[in-house]
């Protein structure tokens, strides 16, 4: 089983894509007026979903030959902070830009502090889109690329200020072509509203496409599309989505697997409950049971370790030492803000609104999310 865990520990590589840009301590600053431009546009997450969990010591099992729950799980609270913070980017680019006192439908053009380039900034007001209205558009270009196919655009704002709703599109090669010169094709979109619903009293949607795949043998994890729903309401926090790695493989040559997952905590207690499921890319299914239960962790990793102990050694693994090499997979998993408590069992009752909460949520569609397209109005 020692052999096993190497294995593992090695196939388990974090992404670091826009790391920089998506660190939780990121202070975001901005101007006090800032005009007519949305105050928030994101939904925060409790830090015992979204932080990094490989650097937390596990307070689970810890036998020699039991995987570490922090293990299992630092992907998707990794995954869970990426999306988070591609909000926090642009929220800083709304903070970077109010400086200019955007108060009124507009044009300017000025030189980025980040790449040196003139940039174009042109605010509509009343515009149309998706079959909305919205009350103002914002739009920032690449002076010197607006003839190119993609217009030169590098972000684009539509919203209404009271109460807060909107979508922002970015393109993060044409703000800055210095940062992310090796990523000229990645875009987010970012969906945030305050107007309350039934079930929310204000949510976001996050969805990353096109992030450049580097070579397998260097990060066969490289995270290439990703979807998130976070919904607040009062205290909870509910997320759910799936990010989308075509070139993931653990034991066995197989590639291309989905994070798919479910979420919620408590923002003030700082506790979260998540259940993750890992199905093809590929796979066309809506089904909650297929995507988290037939495919869940514990269930493609079993199956995993025993086709590669079978073509290693000829006889398949012992199931009693596969059980505890695999106990901290069981559903669903359980967290505080020092990271991974317990697995399959609620340690303690606070937990078991949030684990109730969890079996009405539903990730997307993998094979969706894996053809993840996002463009520019």
């Not at 990523?183 to 976001?204: C, G, K, Q, W």
């Not at 409950?273 to 962790?297: F, H, M, Q, W």
Request: charged residues 20%; aromatic residues 10%.
């Amino acid at each position: 089983m020692k052999n096993l865990r190497i294995y593992f520990s090695v196939s388990l590589v974090v992404v670091a894509l826009f790391s920089q840009s998506c660190q939780k301590n990121e202070v975001i600053e901005q101007k006090a007026d800032t005009g007519i431009l949305p105050e928030r546009f994101k939904v925060d997450i409790p830090t015992s979903l979204s932080s990094n969990q490989s650097k937390i010591k596990s307070a689970s099992v810890s036998n020699a030959d039991t995987i570490k729950g922090n293990e299992i799980y630092k992907h998707l609270n990794f995954f869970i902070a990426v999306g988070e913070g591609a909000s926090d980017i642009v929220e800083k680019i709304i903070g970077s830009i109010a400086l200019y006192q955007i108060n009124r439908p507009m044009v300017i053009s000025y030189q980025s502090d980040d790449d040196n380039r003139v940039k174009n900034l042109v605010v509509k007001e009343n515009v149309e889109y998706n079959g909305r209205q919205w009350k103002y558009m914002l739009t920032i270009t690449d002076a010197a690329s607006e003839g190119e196919t993609d217009g030169g655009k590098g972000m684009q704002i539509l919203w209404n200020p009271s109460p807060i709703e909107g979508i922002a599109i970015l393109r993060p090669y044409n703000i800055d072509r210095v940062k992310n010169l090796s990523s000229l094709d990645a875009i987010f979109r970012i969906e945030y509203s305050e107007v309350p619903t039934n079930e929310y009293d204000s949510h976001m949607v996050v969805e990353i496409a096109n992030l450049p795949m580097p070579d397998a043998r260097i990060d066969q994890f490289a995270l290439h599309s990703m979807k998130m729903f976070v919904g607040k309401k009062g205290d909870v926090v509910d997320v759910y989505g799936n990010s989308d790695h075509p070139n993931a493989k653990f034991f066995t040559e197989s590639t291309g697997f989905d994070w798919a997952f479910t979420a919620s905590g408590f923002i003030a207690e700082n506790i979260g409950v998540a259940e993750v499921g890992l199905p093809p890319c590929t796979l066309d299914k809506n089904d909650r049971k297929v995507i988290l239960e037939d495919y869940s962790i514990k269930s493609v990793l079993s199956k995993q370790i025993n086709d590669w102990f079978y073509g290693v050694y000829g006889v398949h693994i012992d199931a009693n030492d596969l059980s505890q090499y695999l106990q901290n997979a069981d559903a669903p998993g359980y967290f505080n803000n020092g990271g991974f408590v317990s697995a399959g069992t609620s340690p303690d009752a606070k937990y078991n609104a949030l684990s109730n909460r969890i079996k009405l949520l539903t990730p997307f569609n993998p094979k969706l999310v894996n053809e993840l397209a996002i463009d520019f109005k």
